[in-house]
């Protein structure tokens, strides 16, 4: 016995009657049966019931034997791998794919080593006339042909039994003549054939008819319009599946192959939608690896200039600024001496530097307004600016800035003589006797300086010797020390001793410690600005692949259900959408990492910083665009692998 129902019903949720109801009914193993009914009269439903596409909402339905009412899915899509073959009206062939490859569809679920596969898709084409067509895009065919080339697809795994689905329906007399011949033939070896039909031709090809009206039977007659082929040949073939007896390995590998092959072909049928795909995901990762780059790179170049600056570099912070001036001034001076005397030690000045607020400076009236950008008042030692390369113009002025008994007189920075309107050249330094307000104080200016990038604190300021700084009732005191390069820390441990060996707790180390600091709130700043970006980046990456993976999906929804009806589990329908995925991931991400690597060359190179290109830089790309890849193509492979196969396979 072929198949048996007992009782069998189906209704559709939501439907008023049955689309099926009460169909009993026993089909022996090798006969030709037509059903045939008016439209609407649960052909297709009956037919998908047989072929395990959709279950009975009641009753009894057994295949070859074997009840198949409780089943779990994956056992009826083995069922139906192995046992079952389907012709459908629209014949559903995958376009894009070469008349073998389809041939081989059902084969390739199997399992069937691919060797074997070919021959045995050669074998099924040869079968219905189509073996010299094997190369061509299945597109390309007739509609004739497309339906031969269905019915190869259905024997090629030598089912026990097939079923059509009006196979002749879109074909001419000519074609459907030979639709049906195949059909006979395959019958005539022992395949159990039912086909739903409209055409009495076709019908009357058939050993036996069974009429269905409003989902019951109202017929079931023999034909016998032909012979029954005599003696009936039994099946001599075994279905692949069973037979198939290949190691675990080669099995996983022959399957991990043809998965790839899969999405390999699915990704290049559709050139245009891919590379968009990949240039979309690229420019993400790039976007991504380039800004790693970039902040690698920048982070290095502020490192670099920090740790130049750290190196030789040093401030001392000493207690109590205007104590010192007012009352031990040459303390300060000779603690200053000891250290500018210490070995390495390139030269060190005292600088005072005036609360901002505590000072008014202007330049015709004491009650003008102050210039715009706020000025800051400072005083440091004469040597203070030859030792650290400030240049002074002119030259010579140096030695009075300290001499506590020189008069009032000031320097002033470039940009703040510019402020202040001070008439200056570069070369014999401001216009003669030209001076400025400090508070109440008229101060002639004697000298300009240029304190260049290394100095942006003294961009607005001006210094004026330690007479005017001791009017002044706040300030701050520091001793700067520059050192031969690397040997700051090594100051840095002894210079307070030497300032103040009966109390070196009067003079802390500061510069170190908050260079290291800034270093690494710099670091960390630009990381986590860098993260964001590129989350967000990612962000829009994975919504535009995976959209574009769900519109495929969309499109591709009956070559899916085409793949479930031969007998595809869910499982493989969704690892074929996934891969896909990887594999667009996976190029775009290498794509992506040689797009980041350019940019940070290429930003790089305009700032004029040596790029800094972390050897894993590549490696993420490639990993960021598998894992990205696959996260866009887990919704749209749930959703493909979702589909009713039922259902589809009628759209
Ligand atoms: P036939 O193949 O004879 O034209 P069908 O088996 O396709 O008939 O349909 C039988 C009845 O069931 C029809 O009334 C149809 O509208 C209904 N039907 C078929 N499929 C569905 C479905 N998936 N959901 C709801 N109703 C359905």
Not at 119 to 127: H, I, K, N, P, T
Not at 366 to 383: Q, R, V
Request: glycine share 8%.
């Amino acid at each position: 016995m072929a198949i048996s129902l007992e009782r069998v019903s189906r209704t559709y949720p939501g439907a008023d009657s049955p689309a099926l109801s009460d169909v009993s009914l026993a089909i022996e193993s090798g006969e030709f049966v037509s059903i045939v009914g008016p439209s609407g009269s649960g052909k297709s439903t009956l037919l998908n019931v047989l072929g395990l596409l959709d279950r009975a909402s009641s009753g009894r339905l057994a295949i070859r034997g074997q009840a198949v009412d409780a089943a779990s899915e994956r056992s009826l899509d083995t069922m139906r791998l192995r046992l079952i073959g389907f012709v459908f009206q629209s014949s559903n062939v995958i376009g894009d794919d070469s008349v073998i490859s389809n041939a081989a569809i059902g084969l390739r679920v199997q399992g069937v080593p691919m060797d074997e596969r070919a021959s045995a898709a050669l074998d099924a084409l040869e079968f219905v006339g189509l073996e010299h067509k094997r190369k061509v895009q299945a597109k390309l065919l007739s509609g004739g042909e497309r339906q031969r080339l269905a019915i190869a697809r259905a024997i090629a795994t030598h089912p026990r039994i097939i079923l059509a689905d009006e196979p002749t329906g879109n074909l001419d007399s000519n074609n459907s003549r030979r639709v049906i011949e195949y059909l006979r033939k395959l019958n005539s070896e022992g395949v159990t054939v039912i086909v739903i039909t409209h055409d009495v031709d076709v019908a009357n090809q058939a050993d036996r008819r069974i009429e269905i009206r409003d989902g019951r039977i109202t017929s079931d007659v023999e034909t016998k319009s032909q012979p029954m082929p005599q003696p009936r040949v039994p099946v001599d073939l075994e279905p692949f599946g069973a037979a198939s007896q290949q190691s675990w390995v080669s099995r996983t590998v022959c399957s991990l192959m043809d998965d790839w092959g899969d999405a390999v072909s699915a990704l290049s049928a559709r050139t245009l939608r891919t590379m968009l795909l990949i240039l979309a995901f690229a420019i993400a990762i790039g976007g991504m690896t380039g800004a790693l780059g970039i902040s690698s790179t920048t982070s290095n170049a502020i490192n670099n200039r920090l740790a130049i600056a750290s190196q030789d570099r040093l401030s001392i912070s000493i207690e109590d600024g205007p104590g010192v001036l007012r009352d031990d001034f040459d303390g300060l001076r000779s603690g200053v001496d000891r250290i500018a005397r210490l070995p390495h030690v390139v030269g060190a000045s005292y600088v005072y530097s005036a609360v901002p607020a505590d000072v008014h400076i202007t330049r015709v009236r004491p009650s003008d307004l102050e210039p715009e950008t706020p000025l800051s008042l400072h005083s440091s030692s004469k040597n203070y600016f030859n030792d650290f390369g400030i240049e002074l113009i002119p030259h010579n002025i140096r030695s009075a800035l300290d001499d506590p008994l020189a008069g009032p007189l000031a320097v002033v920075s470039t940009k703040a003589a510019i402020a202040l309107d001070i008439p200056y050249s570069k070369k014999s330094g401001p216009a003669a006797g030209v001076s400025i307000w400090i508070d109440d104080q008229l101060v002639p200016i004697v000298g300009v300086f240029e304190p260049g990038p290394n100095f942006p604190e003294y961009a607005d300021s001006v210094f004026v010797n330690a007479s005017i700084m001791r009017a002044v009732s706040r300030s701050d005191l520091k001793v700067q020390v520059r050192t031969e390069k690397g040997f700051s820390a090594a100051i840095a441990r002894v210079a307070p001793l030497a300032y103040s060996p009966s109390d070196p707790g009067k003079a802390k180390v500061d510069v170190t410690a908050d260079i290291q600091s800034i270093r690494q709130d710099v670091s960390n700043d630009l990381g986590s600005l860098i993260a964001l970006l590129s989350l967000v980046l990612m962000l829009l990456a994975i919504i535009t692949a995976a959209s574009s993976m769900y519109l495929t999906v969309q499109n591709r929804s009956a070559e899916i259900a085409l793949r479930r009806a031969i007998g595809s589990s869910r499982w493989l329908i969704c690892r074929s959408f996934i891969l896909e995925g990887f594999i667009v991931g996976m190029t775009a991400g290498s794509l992506g990492g040689i797009i980041g690597t350019v940019t940070t060359l290429c930003v790089s190179w305009i700032q004029a910083w040596p790029p800094v290109l972390p050897p894993e830089l590549w490696l993420v790309g490639v990993l960021l665009g598998a894992t990205t890849g696959i996260v866009s193509a887990i919704y749209p492979a749930w959703v493909a692998s979702r589909q009713d196969p039922a259902i589809a396979i009628r759209a």
